[in-house]
Every structure is written in structure tokens, then in C-alpha cells.
């Protein structure tokens, strides 16, 4: 019981520390789910406490993943009007979107030599974990190795993606501009959310809900579709790619 309290009390502490951290300074780079892992993890190892001893008492917390990731469909029910009415377009970006990073990341990764299990864990990189992990062991991969992979994928994503959007002009350089509810800034956010949905998923989408509501329901649909789409052809299209 006192596991249970001091451990989930300390990530919690931990969490809504950087939290307040990163909204008074507004650094992307301060995420607070990052922080938070590396915050924990210099602890344990300076306090020498194995990850075992900790998950026994942190493990409810762990169990509130799904819910949480069922949370951020909210903003998708707010905007459920809108992306029905787009959902030819929205279901063909989300199809480019997961064949694309399924090409890319299985070629790049046998060119680079990678053995086959390995590259079955890689190649999920851009869905979310549950959906990734299954997928990933149909396909001979590694669960733990795909976990980790889509947690930094997620975070690249969360960190760096509004800024590479605003860098390559997907998106304009001002946040404000995002703000309002003109044409141009509606279009935006919804071109900015299947971009974070399709490919930095759970955490990408809840690091933009608060500052972008609109973007936020597009990467909640982009991040369902993507997981569909990549689970239904990866088992049989990653193999026949590779056999080549």
C-alpha cells in the first residue's frame, strides 16, 4: 500500500511539476511527459530502485493509459459534424499517410542492414502503442522495442512537429494566426492535425488540444485511421516488400 501511494504520488508530483514548469516558460522542449520520464529515471538510478520495485506501486497509473487515450476522442465528437462531411479526403490522406511511413521506414531500415525482426518492430513507428505492439508481434517483431520506438516517435513529433509545419509553410509562423476562425487558419489546423495525428499519434494529439481544439479532432481521427489502415496491410504488404 505505501508502494502503491509513494510511487503513483511521485510520478503525479513529478508530472504536474514539469507541467507548471512548461506553462510558464512555454518550451516545447520542456514536454512534460519527457521531463517526467527522465526526471523519474535519473532518480531510480541515483536512488539505485529497480523499474520492477517501481511499476508495482505505479502500475494503476499505467492502467489510466487507455482511458486517457479515449479521452482525446472528445475533441473529435466536438468536431464530428465538419469531419463527416470530409471523410473521403481525411480516409485518402490517412492511407498515404500509413503506406508512406510503412514504404519508408521498412526500405530504409533493410537498407541500413537491420535483421528482419527488427525491422518488424520499426516499422509501426507511427501508430499507437497498443495497435503497434500487436501489430508489430504479427509481424515477428519485438513488443518492448516497438513501445519504445513509438514513445519517441510520439515525442519527436509532439516536440518538433508544429515547428517543421511552420518551417516548410504547411502552417503560417504565427500561433495567433491559428487562433482565429478564418478560411486560412481552419484549414491549417486541419492540415496540422492529420499531420501530427498520422504520425505522432496519443502524444502528439495531446500535446496540441489545448492550443489547436479544431487540429486536435482531425489528429484524433488521423491517429484511429492510421492504426486501422497500418494494422489491416502491414502483416501482409511489409513482408512482400522485403522480398524483393
Given at each position: 500500500?505505501?508502494?502503491?501511494?509513494?510511487?503513483?504520488?511521485?510520478?503525479?508530483?513529478?508530472?504536474?511539476?514539469?507541467?507548471?514548469?512548461?506553462?510558464?516558460?512555454?518550451?516545447?522542449?520542456?514536454?512534460?511527459?519527457?521531463?517526467?520520464?527522465?526526471?523519474?529515471?535519473?532518480?531510480?538510478?541515483?536512488?539505485?530502485?529497480?523499474?520492477?520495485?517501481?511499476?508495482?506501486?505505479?502500475?494503476?497509473?499505467?492502467?489510466?493509459?487507455?482511458?486517457?487515450?479515449?479521452?482525446?476522442?472528445?475533441?473529435?465528437?466536438k468536431q464530428l459534424?465538419?469531419?463527416?462531411?470530409?471523410?473521403?479526403?481525411?480516409?485518402?490522406?490517412?492511407?498515404?499517410?500509413?503506406?508512406?511511413?510503412?514504404?519508408?521506414?521498412?526500405?530504409?531500415?533493410?537498407v541500413m542492414g537491420?535483421?528482419?525482426?527488427?525491422?518488424?518492430?520499426?516499422?509501426?513507428?507511427?501508430?499507437?502503442?497498443?495497435?503497434?505492439?500487436?501489430?508489430?508481434?504479427?509481424?515477428?517483431?519485438?513488443?518492448?522495442?516497438?513501445?519504445?520506438?513509438?514513445?519517441?516517435?510520439?515525442?519527436?513529433?509532439?516536440?518538433?512537429?508544429?515547428?517543421?509545419?511552420r518551417l516548410i509553410?504547411?502552417?503560417?509562423?504565427?500561433?495567433?494566426?491559428?487562433?482565429?476562425?478564418?478560411?486560412?487558419?481552419?484549414?491549417?489546423?486541419?492540415?496540422?492535425?492529420?499531420?501530427?495525428?498520422?504520425?505522432?499519434?496519443?502524444?502528439?494529439?495531446?500535446?496540441?488540444?489545448?492550443?489547436?481544439?479544431?487540429?486536435?479532432?482531425?489528429?484524433?481521427?488521423?491517429?484511429?485511421?492510421?492504426?486501422?489502415?497500418?494494422?489491416?496491410?502491414?502483416?501482409?504488404?511489409?513482408?512482400?516488400?522485403?522480398?524483393?
Amino acid at each position: 500500500m505505501l508502494d502503491i501511494v509513494g510511487f503513483c504520488g511521485l510520478t503525479i508530483v513529478v508530472f504536474l511539476g514539469w507541467f507548471t514548469v512548461q506553462q510558464k516558460t512555454r518550451k516545447v522542449l520542456l514536454n512534460p511527459v519527457l521531463m517526467s520520464l527522465l526526471t523519474l529515471i535519473g532518480l531510480f538510478l541515483l536512488l539505485g530502485i529497480p523499474y520492477s520495485d517501481y511499476m508495482q506501486g505505479a502500475q494503476y497509473i499505467n492502467i489510466l493509459l487507455e482511458p486517457a487515450v479515449v479521452l482525446l476522442g472528445y475533441p473529435l465528437y466536438k468536431q464530428l459534424r465538419l469531419l463527416r462531411a470530409q471523410w473521403r479526403k481525411i480516409v485518402l490522406i490517412c492511407f498515404i499517410a500509413a503506406f508512406s511511413s510503412l514504404t519508408i521506414s521498412a526500405l530504409l531500415a533493410n537498407v541500413m542492414g537491420l535483421e528482419d525482426w527488427l525491422i518488424a518492430s520499426l516499422v509501426t513507428l507511427n501508430i499507437t502503442t497498443a495497435i503497434a505492439m500487436s501489430t508489430s508481434a504479427e509481424l515477428g517483431g519485438t513488443g518492448a522495442i516497438t513501445a519504445n520506438i513509438v514513445f519517441i516517435g510520439g515525442m519527436t513529433g509532439s516536440i518538433a512537429g508544429v515547428y517543421w509545419l511552420r518551417l516548410i509553410g504547411v502552417i503560417q509562423p504565427i500561433s495567433d494566426n491559428l487562433s482565429t476562425s478564418s478560411r486560412e487558419s481552419i484549414t491549417e489546423q486541419k492540415a496540422l492535425g492529420l499531420a501530427i495525428g498520422s504520425t505522432a499519434h496519443a502524444i502528439g494529439t495531446a500535446t496540441i488540444v489545448k492550443e489547436f481544439p479544431l487540429g486536435a479532432a482531425y489528429s484524433s481521427t488521423a491517429l484511429i485511421l492510421c492504426a486501422i489502415i497500418s494494422a489491416i496491410i502491414a502483416p501482409f504488404y511489409i513482408p512482400l516488400l522485403l522480398s524483393f
